[in-house]
């Protein structure tokens, strides 16, 4: 069995998307509706949804409710890689925590991306 997707919700599907698709690297698919739903893909087949909360799923996103319970990953090659997407996002205004740093064996730092999605960036040797 293998993960087919991933499917989190905010309350803006347009600026989320195009976060992801301009700082890391998804490719944006399609977009149904009225911004209602966007499909991304990133180059190792991974397929991420961005919607609208549902009603039938309790209706909420981390930003309504006003809490974050889950953070998505990122690993990349190198550890210079870690650096160069910092500065392109703090260029870029995003909401950063600390410049990145050595967490847990690794290179790392933490953003939030719009709809309130945390993401976590980093390296470790051997990946």
Known sequence: MRLNHLDLHVADVAATRDFLVHHFDFRHIETRGRDGLAILHD???????????????????????????????????????????????????????????????????????????LIEVGWRPGH
Request: charged share 20%.
């Open 43 to 117: 180059s190792a087949g991974l397929e991420l949804v961005i919607s609208h909360p549902s009603s039938k799923f309790g209706g909420a996103d981390a930003g309504s409710v006003g809490a974050n319970t889950y953070h998505i990953g990122f690993i990349l090659p190198d550890k210079a890689d870690v650096d160069r997407l910092y500065e392109r996002l703090r260029a870029a205004e995003a909401e950063l925590w600390e410049a990145p740093q050595a967490i847990r064996g690794g290179w790392m730092f933490y953003c939030m991306a719009p709809g309130r999605i």
